[in-house]
């Protein structure tokens, strides 16, 4: 199955190095770079398009809003003014 998204290869060496830090930090254990692998793709399969749809969600809010300022500058005709 194709990935959600693409990372590059240096994003993704970094990505597995700060799991294997936190699995090392938060619980004593030693990740080898197979395992830290593995729970990378599910994050990117199973819960970043969440966090992704989210994302696209407040993006669009906040359009929505800016779009809606501009019509407050409108200018109001003159056949409008009687």
């Known amino acids: 199955m194709k990935q959600p998204f ?4 240096e994003k993704k060496e ?5 799991i294997k830090q936190y699995y090392l930090k938060e619980r004593d254990e030693e990740l080898g770079n197979l395992e830290a692998g593995f729970i990378l793709d599910f994050i990117m399969k199973e819960i970043a398009p969440t966090f ?3 994302g696209v969600e407040d993006a669009h809010h906040f359009l ?3 779009l809606e300022d501009i019509f407050e500058i409108q200018r109001i005709e003159p056949s409008e003014k009687l």
């Open 6 to 9: 693409e990372l590059s290869k």
């Open 14 to 18: 970094q990505l597995i190095l700060s």
């Open 52 to 54: 992704y749809n989210l």
């Open 64 to 66: 929505s809003e800016k």
